[in-house]
Protein backbone atom coordinates (compact mmCIF):
# COMPACT_ATOMS: atom_id res chain seq x y z
CA UNK A 1 0.00 0.00 0.00
CA UNK A 2 0.82 3.54 -1.06
CA UNK A 3 1.93 6.03 1.73
CA UNK A 4 -0.13 8.80 2.79
CA UNK A 5 -0.27 12.05 0.93
CA UNK A 6 1.14 14.59 3.45
CA UNK A 7 -1.13 17.77 2.92
CA UNK A 8 2.21 20.11 3.90
CA UNK A 9 3.32 18.71 0.65
CA UNK A 10 2.38 21.48 -1.51
CA UNK A 11 4.44 23.34 -4.37
CA UNK A 12 2.98 25.82 -6.51
CA UNK A 13 4.69 27.51 -9.58
CA UNK A 14 3.75 30.50 -12.04
CA UNK A 15 5.16 30.74 -15.24
CA UNK A 16 3.71 34.01 -17.93
CA UNK A 17 2.77 31.69 -21.20
CA UNK A 18 3.68 33.50 -24.43
CA UNK A 19 0.83 31.96 -25.96
CA UNK A 20 -2.55 31.82 -24.31
CA UNK A 21 -3.29 28.25 -22.88
CA UNK A 22 0.23 26.75 -24.16
CA UNK A 23 2.24 25.44 -21.23
CA UNK A 24 5.62 27.23 -20.82
CA UNK A 25 6.60 24.66 -18.67
CA UNK A 26 7.89 26.52 -15.05
CA UNK A 27 10.56 25.27 -13.02
CA UNK A 28 10.71 24.69 -9.16
CA UNK A 29 14.06 26.84 -9.81
CA UNK A 30 13.21 29.71 -11.99
CA UNK A 31 9.04 29.78 -10.94
CA UNK A 32 8.24 28.43 -7.17
CA UNK A 33 5.85 30.23 -5.52
CA UNK A 34 6.11 31.22 -1.72
CA UNK A 35 2.52 31.44 -0.90
CA UNK A 36 0.05 30.73 2.62
CA UNK A 37 -3.52 29.50 3.59
CA UNK A 38 -3.32 27.82 -0.91
CA UNK A 39 -6.58 26.36 -1.69
CA UNK A 40 -7.02 24.37 -5.09
CA UNK A 41 -10.55 23.91 -6.46
CA UNK A 42 -9.51 21.14 -9.21
CA UNK A 43 -12.80 20.35 -11.10
CA UNK A 44 -14.89 23.46 -10.51
CA UNK A 45 -17.91 23.42 -13.39
CA UNK A 46 -21.48 22.04 -13.61
CA UNK A 47 -23.42 18.51 -14.09
CA UNK A 48 -25.15 17.60 -16.85
CA UNK A 49 -28.38 15.00 -16.54
CA UNK A 50 -29.27 13.33 -19.11
CA UNK A 51 -32.96 13.40 -17.75
CA UNK A 52 -33.47 9.57 -19.03
CA UNK A 53 -36.99 8.04 -19.49
CA UNK A 54 -36.97 5.00 -18.06
CA UNK A 55 -39.95 3.17 -16.95
CA UNK A 56 -38.25 2.82 -13.35
CA UNK A 57 -37.43 5.01 -10.02
CA UNK A 58 -34.14 6.12 -10.09
CA UNK A 59 -31.09 8.04 -10.00
CA UNK A 60 -30.10 10.12 -13.26
CA UNK A 61 -26.98 9.78 -14.56
CA UNK A 62 -24.87 13.68 -15.08
CA UNK A 63 -21.87 13.97 -17.47
CA UNK A 64 -18.89 16.77 -15.79
CA UNK A 65 -19.50 20.21 -17.78
CA UNK A 66 -17.81 23.67 -18.11
CA UNK A 67 -14.75 22.20 -16.34
CA UNK A 68 -12.18 24.81 -14.55
CA UNK A 69 -10.06 25.35 -11.87
CA UNK A 70 -9.41 27.83 -8.96
CA UNK A 71 -6.62 28.43 -6.66
CA UNK A 72 -6.78 30.98 -3.97
CA UNK A 73 -3.94 32.09 -1.96
CA UNK A 74 -1.66 34.54 -0.37
CA UNK A 75 1.40 36.13 -0.48
CA UNK A 76 3.81 38.44 1.36
CA UNK A 77 3.70 41.38 0.40
CA UNK A 78 7.65 42.80 -0.61
CA UNK A 79 9.89 43.62 -2.85
CA UNK A 80 12.40 41.67 -4.51
CA UNK A 81 15.34 43.32 -2.40
CA UNK A 82 16.60 45.43 -5.40
CA UNK A 83 15.33 48.41 -6.90
CA UNK A 84 14.48 47.51 -10.62
CA UNK A 85 14.02 43.92 -10.42
CA UNK A 86 10.56 42.89 -10.22
CA UNK A 87 9.56 40.79 -7.37
CA UNK A 88 9.32 36.96 -7.53
CA UNK A 89 5.31 37.29 -7.95
CA UNK A 90 5.47 39.45 -10.52
CA UNK A 91 4.01 37.23 -12.75
CA UNK A 92 0.56 36.73 -10.46
CA UNK A 93 0.29 40.32 -10.56
CA UNK A 94 0.52 40.46 -14.69
CA UNK A 95 -2.30 37.24 -14.83
CA UNK A 96 -4.70 39.65 -12.73
CA UNK A 97 -4.83 42.31 -15.76
CA UNK A 98 -1.98 44.29 -14.45
CA UNK A 99 1.18 45.69 -16.92
CA UNK A 100 4.44 45.75 -15.82
CA UNK A 101 7.06 48.24 -16.32
CA UNK A 102 10.47 48.18 -15.11
CA UNK A 103 12.90 50.76 -14.60
CA UNK A 104 16.46 48.94 -14.22
CA UNK A 105 18.25 49.82 -11.30
CA UNK A 106 15.15 52.16 -10.13
CA UNK A 107 11.96 50.73 -9.82
CA UNK A 108 8.91 48.20 -11.26
CA UNK A 109 5.31 49.94 -11.65
CA UNK A 110 2.19 47.88 -12.11
CA UNK A 111 -0.65 49.02 -13.20
CA UNK A 112 -3.93 48.52 -14.55
CA UNK A 113 -4.73 47.66 -18.38
CA UNK A 114 -7.97 47.63 -20.14
CA UNK A 115 -6.86 45.04 -22.91
CA UNK A 116 -4.64 42.49 -24.04
CA UNK A 117 -4.09 41.00 -20.42
CA UNK A 118 -1.93 38.11 -19.73
CA UNK A 119 -2.21 34.53 -18.85
CA UNK A 120 -0.05 32.49 -16.26
CA UNK A 121 0.19 28.59 -16.03
CA UNK A 122 0.44 27.30 -12.80
CA UNK A 123 1.56 24.42 -11.53
CA UNK A 124 0.05 22.99 -8.36
CA UNK A 125 1.38 19.66 -6.90
CA UNK A 126 0.34 17.85 -3.61
CA UNK A 127 2.09 14.71 -3.31
CA UNK A 128 2.65 12.76 -6.28
CA UNK A 129 -0.19 14.48 -7.87
CA UNK A 130 0.18 17.01 -10.25
CA UNK A 131 -2.45 19.60 -11.92
CA UNK A 132 -1.64 22.15 -13.98
CA UNK A 133 -3.81 24.86 -14.63
CA UNK A 134 -3.22 26.77 -17.67
CA UNK A 135 -4.53 29.65 -19.38
CA UNK A 136 -4.97 31.27 -15.75
CA UNK A 137 -6.16 35.04 -15.30
CA UNK A 138 -7.72 36.41 -11.95
CA UNK A 139 -8.50 39.08 -9.51
CA UNK A 140 -6.23 40.10 -5.95
CA UNK A 141 -6.76 42.29 -2.60
CA UNK A 142 -3.72 44.02 -0.74
CA UNK A 143 -4.39 43.35 3.02
CA UNK A 144 -2.04 45.59 5.30
CA UNK A 145 -3.65 45.77 9.01
CA UNK A 146 -1.02 47.62 11.94
CA UNK A 147 0.67 44.48 13.30
CA UNK A 148 0.55 42.19 10.78
CA UNK A 149 2.29 40.55 7.76
CA UNK A 150 0.91 42.59 4.75
CA UNK A 151 -0.32 39.93 1.92
CA UNK A 152 -1.64 40.21 -1.59
CA UNK A 153 -4.60 37.78 -1.76
CA UNK A 154 -4.78 36.16 -5.62
CA UNK A 155 -7.77 33.32 -6.74
CA UNK A 156 -6.97 32.55 -10.26
CA UNK A 157 -9.14 30.41 -12.34
CA UNK A 158 -7.53 28.34 -15.25
CA UNK A 159 -8.37 25.81 -17.84
CA UNK A 160 -9.27 22.22 -16.67
CA UNK A 161 -6.82 19.68 -17.40
CA UNK A 162 -6.71 15.94 -16.11
CA UNK A 163 -3.80 15.97 -13.57
CA UNK A 164 -1.55 13.33 -13.18
CA UNK A 165 1.38 11.63 -10.65
CA UNK A 166 4.39 13.98 -11.82
CA UNK A 167 8.17 14.18 -10.56
CA UNK A 168 8.08 16.56 -7.54
CA UNK A 169 10.13 19.75 -8.34
CA UNK A 170 12.81 21.28 -5.76
CA UNK A 171 11.31 24.84 -5.47
CA UNK A 172 13.80 27.69 -4.63
CA UNK A 173 12.21 30.46 -2.47
CA UNK A 174 15.37 32.77 -2.19
CA UNK A 175 14.04 35.29 -4.19
CA UNK A 176 11.27 35.96 -1.34
CA UNK A 177 12.58 38.46 1.18
CA UNK A 178 11.23 38.36 5.22
CA UNK A 179 8.30 40.25 5.11
CA UNK A 180 7.93 43.88 7.30
CA UNK A 181 5.90 44.30 9.95
CA UNK A 182 3.08 46.93 9.43
CA UNK A 183 3.91 49.56 12.18
CA UNK A 184 4.57 53.01 12.53
CA UNK A 185 8.31 52.80 11.44
CA UNK A 186 7.52 50.01 8.87
CA UNK A 187 4.84 51.52 7.15
CA UNK A 188 6.46 55.79 6.89
CA UNK A 189 3.42 56.77 4.91
CA UNK A 190 -1.06 57.03 4.57
CA UNK A 191 -2.25 60.21 3.11
CA UNK A 192 -5.92 60.74 1.77
CA UNK A 193 -6.09 63.98 0.15
CA UNK A 194 -2.56 64.88 1.47
CA UNK A 195 -3.64 64.64 5.12
CA UNK A 196 -1.97 62.37 7.22
CA UNK A 197 -3.93 59.47 9.16
CA UNK A 198 -3.56 57.05 11.39
CA UNK A 199 -4.34 53.67 9.88
CA UNK A 200 -5.72 50.31 11.52
CA UNK A 201 -6.87 48.42 8.83
CA UNK A 202 -6.43 48.90 5.01
CA UNK A 203 -7.50 46.90 1.97
CA UNK A 204 -7.38 47.32 -1.78
CA UNK A 205 -9.57 44.95 -3.90
CA UNK A 206 -9.11 45.22 -7.66
CA UNK A 207 -12.38 43.12 -8.27
CA UNK A 208 -11.46 42.36 -11.99
CA UNK A 209 -14.47 40.28 -13.30
CA UNK A 210 -13.36 37.48 -14.23
CA UNK A 211 -15.53 34.90 -16.61
CA UNK A 212 -14.92 31.26 -18.06
CA UNK A 213 -15.44 31.37 -21.90
CA UNK A 214 -16.27 28.23 -22.43
CA UNK A 215 -17.58 27.93 -26.29
CA UNK A 216 -16.72 25.95 -29.12
CA UNK A 217 -14.14 27.49 -30.64
CA UNK A 218 -13.27 29.18 -27.42
CA UNK A 219 -12.04 28.30 -24.00
CA UNK A 220 -9.96 31.23 -21.77
CA UNK A 221 -10.46 32.65 -18.78
CA UNK A 222 -11.62 36.57 -19.39
CA UNK A 223 -10.93 39.59 -17.35
CA UNK A 224 -14.72 41.41 -18.72
CA UNK A 225 -14.44 44.00 -15.90
CA UNK A 226 -13.20 45.46 -13.04
CA UNK A 227 -14.11 47.54 -9.75
CA UNK A 228 -11.33 48.67 -7.26
CA UNK A 229 -12.45 49.24 -4.11
CA UNK A 230 -10.75 50.75 -0.70
CA UNK A 231 -11.46 49.79 2.42
CA UNK A 232 -9.50 51.76 5.02
CA UNK A 233 -10.20 51.88 8.94
CA UNK A 234 -8.52 55.22 10.50
CA UNK A 235 -8.60 57.02 13.76
CA UNK A 236 -10.75 59.98 13.66
CA UNK A 237 -9.81 63.27 13.40
CA UNK A 238 -11.46 66.60 14.08
CA UNK A 239 -13.39 67.62 11.36
CA UNK A 240 -11.78 70.97 10.93
CA UNK A 241 -8.46 68.47 10.05
CA UNK A 242 -10.24 66.24 8.09
CA UNK A 243 -14.16 66.37 6.97
CA UNK A 244 -14.73 62.62 5.14
CA UNK A 245 -18.90 63.71 5.26
CA UNK A 246 -18.59 66.99 3.65
CA UNK A 247 -15.93 65.31 1.14
CA UNK A 248 -18.27 62.78 0.21
CA UNK A 249 -21.18 64.80 -0.50
CA UNK A 250 -18.97 67.60 -2.68
CA UNK A 251 -17.58 64.50 -4.60
CA UNK A 252 -14.03 65.77 -4.27
CA UNK A 253 -11.42 63.86 -5.72
CA UNK A 254 -8.74 62.82 -3.64
CA UNK A 255 -5.23 61.22 -3.85
CA UNK A 256 -4.23 57.99 -1.64
CA UNK A 257 -0.95 57.40 -1.15
CA UNK A 258 0.61 54.09 1.08
CA UNK A 259 4.02 53.19 1.73
CA UNK A 260 5.48 50.07 3.32
CA UNK A 261 9.25 49.71 3.77
CA UNK A 262 11.79 52.08 3.91
CA UNK A 263 14.56 50.27 1.77
CA UNK A 264 15.78 50.35 -0.95
CA UNK A 265 14.25 47.22 -2.99
CA UNK A 266 11.97 46.13 -0.96
CA UNK A 267 9.99 49.44 -0.79
CA UNK A 268 5.98 49.17 -2.28
CA UNK A 269 4.10 52.05 -2.76
CA UNK A 270 0.02 52.37 -3.66
CA UNK A 271 -0.88 55.48 -5.70
CA UNK A 272 -4.51 55.89 -6.36
CA UNK A 273 -4.69 60.03 -7.31
CA UNK A 274 -8.34 59.97 -8.22
CA UNK A 275 -10.15 58.59 -5.34
CA UNK A 276 -13.89 59.12 -4.49
CA UNK A 277 -15.19 58.64 -0.67
CA UNK A 278 -18.27 57.17 0.19
CA UNK A 279 -21.27 57.02 2.83
CA UNK A 280 -19.72 56.63 5.93
CA UNK A 281 -21.71 53.38 7.23
CA UNK A 282 -21.29 53.38 10.78
CA UNK A 283 -18.79 55.01 13.43
CA UNK A 284 -16.34 51.92 14.76
CA UNK A 285 -13.98 51.68 17.97
CA UNK A 286 -10.92 50.04 19.05
CA UNK A 287 -9.55 50.37 22.14
CA UNK A 288 -12.00 52.66 23.42
CA UNK A 289 -10.79 54.51 20.10
CA UNK A 290 -13.08 56.42 17.45
CA UNK A 291 -12.57 55.27 14.21
CA UNK A 292 -13.72 55.92 10.73
CA UNK A 293 -14.48 52.75 8.52
CA UNK A 294 -13.94 54.84 4.73
CA UNK A 295 -15.00 53.59 1.75
CA UNK A 296 -13.12 54.53 -1.16
CA UNK A 297 -13.15 54.16 -4.48
CA UNK A 298 -10.47 55.14 -6.82
CA UNK A 299 -11.57 56.41 -10.32
CA UNK A 300 -9.55 56.23 -13.85
CA UNK A 301 -8.99 59.41 -15.00
CA UNK A 302 -8.07 59.61 -18.73
CA UNK A 303 -8.10 55.62 -17.95
CA UNK A 304 -6.02 52.59 -16.73
CA UNK A 305 -4.14 55.23 -14.35
CA UNK A 306 -7.01 54.50 -11.23
CA UNK A 307 -4.08 53.00 -9.07
CA UNK A 308 -0.39 51.77 -9.23
CA UNK A 309 1.96 49.79 -7.29
CA UNK A 310 5.50 50.53 -7.28
CA UNK A 311 8.29 49.04 -6.05
CA UNK A 312 11.65 50.69 -5.55
Not at 256 to 284: D, I, K
Request: aromatic content about 6%; some cysteine; proline content about 8%.
Amino acid sequence: MADPIKWKSKIVLAKIESTYGTDPTPTGEANAMLMTDVELRPMEGQDVSRNLEHPWLGAQESIPAGLYCTLTGSIELQGSGTAGVAPAYGPLLRACGAAETIVADTSVTYNPVSDDHESVALYFQIGPTLHKLLGCRGTATQTLNAQGIPVLRYTLMGLFTTPADGTRPTPDYSAFQIPKIATKANTPTFTLGGQALVLSQFSFNLGNDVQQRLLVGREEMLIVDKAESIEARVEAVPLATYNPFAISQARTRQALVLVHGTQAGNTVTLNAPTCVLGRLPSYQQSQNILEWPLPITPLPDEGDDQWSLIFT
